[in-house]
DNA sequence: AGTGTGCCGCTTTTT
DNA sequence: GCGGCACACT
């Protein structure tokens, strides 16, 4: 360790690792050096006589946790840092529940339910219990346990609890509280925890046995929170109790940067904390290293508009830098070229690398425009999040053969793959088990164990045995054999591996791959020594307990590859780039149209704007589009209030359509832009009359658009009309292909198809009226 | 019993 | 414009 390492930091960094005793809060505003002042200060403590084993660090990501140990490892030199306990809330007390679990009267081998597998109990219970899934969306019921748990509030709270019963009668779905005990009743019998039980779980051990929670509280003597203000009320209390013996626990947050209250994440936590502890002691960190002044001026002024804050002065030393571009385009696809083109020419001009550009939005959906452009000038990218690796249909099966190995209670996954590949074990028999096991009070696989005794047909009797003998021979594996040899024995025993090698097309070809992968992961999981705190033996289940706690973002593989990075701006938190793109600044989409009803919600999309400003080292990019794609349907959008909340001073607004940077000879950038509109491209920007709200749809006239041949611009009064109107012979207009003529209607009623000849826009389309509309243009 | 087709709902954001 | 799911067809 380096002897000077206290010279690194400015004071009030220095104040913060050098504070060892009690709690102590760190307000840390964004590129204050934050991850630096809390890596040091575990040095520090370690400097200081503390033990690494007694040192507990919490993060929210995988990504978070992994660099904090990477950057403690390179200051202390790896074998002490691998003492650390250092994870994720919820990988951190999956494994303490996994040393635990069995006094809750939950298997040790608990198998972890993702939200996907959490909605499918739910819509079996929904089922079950004959109520319209309409009604009882799964992703809802979801939601509101989910809440529920994150508040620890357990079913039969939930059941009696007179606000949430207001609540749940108030939207007519009385019957939530009920789903919820059955739900909660339904995964105990399965063994299984999903994400907010490894919180609440957590919780109500702790609570429940003061034995443990004394033994924990002597291990972590020193506690570490990282995103304090992401922390939600189960995490809160836990923190509590946890530290409550020693009170040696720091946390770090910013304010400005809390973006998770739709996971139940409450500001309260921090506002709090020094009323909780009333020695607390409180850093400021305000020195931004990260941003430009030009960057980090409009990011104070737009977050100044939020009420409610920590009061706190961000500033910088760095140089004034360039504006902020603010560049509109005409569609969703230009937008995705015009970022792609920025990149081959910023590349070039100011010799950045792939990996110094990222491009930020609201929602996964958007990243498709910016792929196709990408793929097209043959830049390399990623992205991060999204659907994740393992929530592929063939790694779920694969990893269903798993979780049933470890856990034969585990009936999500024994129904996902009883039948798969086919065997013979059909609908009717998976019911008639499913009956059987509820009417013996035993679990389904207890009924298959003891088929004989239940008359199956012979066909169906042999098909189960051979079923059951083969899981068995896995799970006699267990003891005797890591991860990667049982994963190997499934594969061959099941033909799953065979199967998708002989699948020619190209997702079979994605899908073996993608088992392949698989395989690799688990070997290089069995190969790897033990990195945590405590020894990890590379079994299945740690194996399995891992997995479901990533994200793909996690995915071991080239962490340092040059490629352009694309990701949502929630997942961009705590990074950090030279040149960023926040792409989509449009009314209702961000903000979202879902979070403009309240000043709180509204006020988190302006800190989420916020964080997509502060990724940014030395240039950013703010990019809209007129109209865009949305469920394969063109809507026109207003740009984002956000974007007249930024100081003029900062803002370089003729960027994509003024005149010299078009004109400029050869970069070739520029003349086949679809930026076009020239200088009255921003007119609108100005100011939004109250009463276009009410007209249906204004759209700005667009002066001499380049991109006119391939798009028809609707008129300004489209009004899409009644599908059960149109009749063959009428002129219609459609928003994409323009002006035609319907030659013949077909279809139902209620689902009415129009063969249209449309001259411009690609000739003959059968039209679905239900999905793309037209207006009635000459009956 | 297994495979194929059409329909519906969907988009905030993540562990 | 897609994927998951229900139903219908063989």
Not at 432 to 439: E, G, Q, R, Y
Not at 596 to 604: K, P, V
Not at 685 to 713: I, L
Request: hydrophobic residues 35%; aromatic residues 10%; proline residues 3%.
């Amino acid at each position: 360790m380096k002897a000077n390492y206290l010279d690194e930091l400015n004071e009030r960094q220095r104040e913060a690792v050098e504070h060892i005793k009690g709690p102590l809060m760190i307000v840390a505003g964004a590129g204050s050096g934050k991850t630096k002042v809390l890596t040091m200060r575990i040095a520090h403590l370690l400097r200081n006589g503390v033990d690494a084993f007694n040192i507990l660090s919490l993060t929210f990501t995988n990504k978070a946790a992994r660099e904090m140990k990477e950057r403690v490892e390179k200051i202390l030199g790896g074998s002490e840092a691998r003492n650390l306990y250092i994870g994720t809330f919820h990988s951190v007390f999956a494994r303490l529940l996994r040393a635990e679990a069995h006094r809750l009267g939950y298997p040790n081998d608990f198998t972890i339910y993702d939200s996907d597998d959490a909605k499918s109990v739910l819509r079996t219970i929904i089922n079950e219990q004959n109520l319209d899934d309409k009604h009882y969306k799964p992703n809802l019921v979801y939601n509101r346990i989910s809440a529920a748990k994150n508040s620890l509030m357990g079913p039969e709270e939930y059941q009696v609890d007179y606000g949430v019963q207001q609540e749940d009668m108030r939207a007519n779905r009385p019957m939530v509280g009920k789903l919820y005990d059955m739900y909660a009743k339904r995964c105990f019998k399965n063994g299984a925890m999903d994400f907010d039980d490894l919180l609440y779980k957590m919780y109500i051990l702790l609570k429940g046995f003061p034995e443990v929670l004394h033994k924990y509280q002597h291990k972590f003597k020193y506690i570490m929170i990282d995103e304090y203000q992401d922390t939600n009320p189960a995490q809160y209390e836990i923190i509590k109790l946890l530290g409550a013996a020693h009170e040696n626990i720091c946390v770090v947050g910013d304010d400005a940067q809390s973006i998770y209250s739709f996971r139940g994440a409450t500001i309260e936590n921090i506002l709090q904390f020094e009323k909780d502890y009333d020695d607390a002691k409180v850093v400021k960190l305000e020195q931004n290293y990260r941003s430009t002044k030009s960057i980090l001026n409009v990011a104070n002024e737009v977050i100044g508009n939020n009420k409610g804050q920590i009061e706190k002065n961000l500033w910088t030393d760095n140089s004034e830098g360039e504006k902020i571009k603010l560049v509109r385009t005409m569609t969703d696809n230009e937008e995705g070229k015009f970022v792609a083109e920025t990149i081959a020419e910023q590349r070039l001009r100011n010799h950045y690398a792939n990996k110094d550009f990222a491009i930020l939005y609201r929602t996964n959906a958007q990243s498709r425009s910016f792929e196709e452009s990408l793929r097209k000038k043959a830049i390399p990218y990623r992205i991060f999040g999204g659907t994740s690796f393992y929530q592929r249909k063939e790694i779920k099966d694969f990893v269903a053969y798993l979780r049933i190995t470890m856990n034969t209670q585990d009936e999500e996954s024994l129904k996902r793959i009883i039948n798969y590949p086919v065997r013979g074990i059909g609908k009717t028999t998976i019911e008639k088990v499913v009956v059987l096991a509820n009417d013996h009070n035993i679990t389904m696989w207890q009924v298959l164990e003891r088929a004989r005794e239940f008359g199956f047909k012979a066909g169906t009797l042999e098909a189960i045995e051979n079923f059951v003998v083969m899981i068995s021979s896995f799970h006699a594996m267990l003891g005797k054999h890591n991860a990667y040899d049982i994963a190997l024995q499934v594969g061959k025993s099941t033909n799953l591996v065979k199967e998708l090698f002989n699948d020619k097309t190209t997702e079979g070809l994605a899908r073996y791959e993608n088992i392949q992968e698989l395989l690799n992961s688990i070997k290089e999981f069995t190969e790897t020594p033990t990195e945590d705190g405590e020894l990890l033996e590379k079994t299945l289940g740690t194996y399995l307990q891992q997995i479901t706690l990533l994200t793909d973002a996690d995915k071991g593989s080239e962490e340092n590859s040059d490629v352009v990075c694309l990701m949502t701006i929630h997942a961009a938190k705590g990074l950090e780039f030279p040149v960023v793109f926040t792409v989509g600044l449009e009314e209702s989409l961000f903000p979202s149209g879902m979070s403009i009803n309240s000043r709180e919600e509204l006020e988190e999309e302006r800190r989420l704007f916020y964080v997509a400003i502060t990724r940014a080292k030395a240039r950013l990019w703010l990019t809209y589009a007129n109209s865009r794609y949305r469920f394969g349907q063109l809507v026109n959008n207003e740009s984002s209030r956000f974007l007249e909340e930024m100081p003029e001073k900062y803002i370089d607004r003729s960027y994509a359509g003024g005149g010299s940077v078009r004109n400029s000879p050869g970069s070739g950038l520029w003349g086949n832009s679809s930026a076009g509109g020239g200088g009255n491209m921003f007119d609108k920007m100005q100011k939004k009359a109250p009463a276009q709200a009410a007209s249906p749809r204004p759209m700005p006239k667009p002066a001499g658009t380049a991109g006119a041949a391939s798009t028809h611009v609707p008129s300004p009064n489209f009004t899409p009309d009644d599908p059960a109107l149109m009749e063959a012979g009428m002129e219609v207009e459609h928003q994409k292909f323009g002006f035609g003529t319907i030659l013949q209607m077909e279809g139902a009623p209620n689902n009415r198809i129009a063969n249209v000849v449309f001259p411009k826009g690609g000739g003959e389309k059968k039209i679905m009226l239900n999905y793309a509309r037209l207006m009635i243009v000459k009956k």
